[in-house]
């Protein structure tokens, strides 16, 4: 069973602070991540994707990805009240063609 | 650009129906992912088209089937509804080739009763 594994939360960060969110996933032949952010009710939408070692900025958005260590990050700046949402990592199988998702961090960011 | 449209966006059905769930692409996308979500199992994928192709299916049994068409909207369906079948169904459409990139559509609520 391929797995991504990502904390529950909730993560509670002050307005203006950075977020921190972690994701780990067990198939060594994942080539893609992506971040989704998802309002309650609503769909996942897409932020963030890395396909390479590094870090990848998108404005207050920081992608991190350590393929020997199995881990994707996102860092969120300034964090807005607006960010409060659930942070799904997905990873995409080894055929590529689907992506597993991680349950998802519940971040709630307090005025 | 149009986003990814699902309908219909609520359903109520009871057990031992069945149901067909419909999702149009992004224009010039190509391929189509059906995923399913619940509070406990988080999202879990169903299949993905390409082509009118099944390039994989997940981990759900044959009650759950899907198609393309050759204008790249899908359908999927569920005979025999069982009450653990309520949940979001959500599509995403991708372009298929060299991008994996997968943009949601708005769900469609699925209630078993």
């Known amino acids: 069973q391929k797995e991504v594994e990502q904390n529950s939360g909730p993560l509670s960060v002050p307005e203006g602070a950075i977020a921190s969110l972690n994701c780990t996933y067990s198939?060594?032949?994942?080539?893609?991540f992506f971040w989704y952010r998802q309002y309650s009710g609503k769909s996942p939408e897409l932020i963030m994707s890395?396909?390479?070692?590094g870090d990848k900025e998108d404005g207050r958005f920081t992608a991190q990805l350590n393929k020997a260590s199995q881990y994707v990050s996102l860092l969120i700046r300034d964090s807005q009240p607006s960010d409060s949402a659930t942070y799904l990592c997905?990873?995409?199988?080894?055929?590529?063609?689907?992506?597993?998702f991680g349950k998802g961090t519940s971040l709630l960011v307090t005025p | 650009k149009a986003g990814v449209t699902q309908t219909p966006r609520y359903l109520i059905k009871t057990r031992g129906q069945q149901v067909t769930l419909s999702c149009s692409p992004i224009?010039?996308?190509?391929?189509v992912s059906w995923y399913q979500q619940t509070p406990g199992q988080g999202l879990q994928f169903l299949f993905e088209?390409?082509?009118?192709?099944?390039?994989n299916k997940g981990n759900f049994p044959g009650r759950f089937s899907g198609r393309q068409f050759s204008n790249s909207r899908s359908e999927m369906n569920v005979s025999t509804l069982e009450l653990g079948d309520s949940a979001l169904y959500l599509c995403?459409?991708?372009?298929?080739?060299?991008?994996?990139?997968?943009?949601f559509g708005q769900g469609t609520r699925l209630t078993v009763v």
């Open positions: 995403a459409s991708s372009r298929g080739q060299g991008s994996t990139e997968a943009f």
């Open positions: 198939d060594r032949g994942s080539q893609s």
């Open positions: 890395i396909y390479s070692n």
């Open positions: 997905a990873v995409t199988s080894n055929s590529g063609y689907a992506l597993n």
């Open positions: 224009s010039g996308h190509r391929s």
């Open positions: 088209y390409f082509s009118e192709t099944q390039r």
